[in-house]
T-cell receptor, first 111, second 113 residues
Framework: GNSVTQMEGPVTLSEEAFLTINCTYTATGYPSLFWYVQYPGEGLQLLLKATKADDKGSNKGFEATYRKETTSFHLEKGSVQVSDSAVYFCALRDGGFKTIFGAGTRLFVKA | GAVVSQHPSWVICKSGTSVKIECRSLDFQATTMFWYRQFPKQSLMLMATSNEGSKATYEQGVEKDKFLINHASLTLSTLTVTSAHPEDSSFYIC?????????FGPGTRLLVL
């Protein structure tokens, strides 16, 4: 079945550091890929998405590229801020419209 | 994107009681809504797919008699946790969206004492 694997956290970075959170997926067909962010005590918010191979999703300085050849959708940001501290979930959505989530990666950014 | 609300945002109840959680799609008519459960420091797990005007579709391992879902209109789905027990304490989240993008509600935190 479909699945999403993302790097275990927590990830601790200093402000202005470069961020990479790895995400790989297993799926039949051509799923859409997403990154969601969950701030403490809140629900999920869509951060970015890509619906086909080689698409790049971007938002708030975060980017991720849909790589079909490596079945990956790694999240990157060039310079993190304290306010980026949250849990990040990689997810895929197949043609049946079920969303499969990765385990989540907690990010701590220190001032 | 769609705006999704949930009520209540948090609830504390005694063991054995039933709790109803509402999910409303404020600006989107949803024939399908999804219910997820998230345990502390874990990912979201799909519980069921709520279908307007018909029975919900439950994921494997989810007791349909314990988690009653009613999708009475295009803007409202309810999840009732019947005879709640402490192990049902969790964060319950609904979502709507009929294409590749889902929009999530803010979640309802349930604590069963």
């Amino acid at each position: 079945g479909n699945s999403v694997t993302q790097m275990e956290g927590p990830v601790t970075l200093s402000e202005e550091a470069f961020l990479t959170i790895n995400c790989t997926y297993t799926a039949t067909g051509y799923p859409s890929l997403f990154w969601y962010v969950q701030y403490p005590g809140e629900g999920l918010q869509l951060l970015l998405k890509a619906t086909k191979a080689d698409d790049k999703g971007s938002n708030k300085g975060f980017e991720a590229t849909y790589r079909k050849e490596t079945t990956s959708f790694h999240l990157e940001k060039g310079s993190v801020q304290v306010s980026d501290s949250a849990v990040y979930f990689c997810a895929l959505r197949d043609g049946g419209f079920k969303t499969i989530f990765g385990a989540g990666t907690r990010l701590f950014v220190k001032a | 994107g769609a705006v999704v609300s949930q009520h209540p945002s948090w609830v504390i109840c005694k063991s054995g009681t039933s709790v109803k959680i509402e999910c409303r799609s404020l600006d989107f008519q949803a024939t399908t809504m999804f219910w997820y459960r998230q345990f502390p420091k874990q990912s979201l797990m799909l519980m069921a797919t709520s279908n307007e005007g018909s029975k919900a579709t439950y994921e494997q391992g989810v007791e349909k008699d314990k988690f009653l879902i009613n999708h009475a209109s295009l803007t409202l789905s309810t999840l009732t946790v019947t005879s709640a027990h402490p192990e049902d304490s969790s964060f319950y989240i609904c979502s709507v969206g009929e294409d590749a993008t889902q929009y999530f509600g803010p979640g309802t935190r349930l604590l069963v004492l």
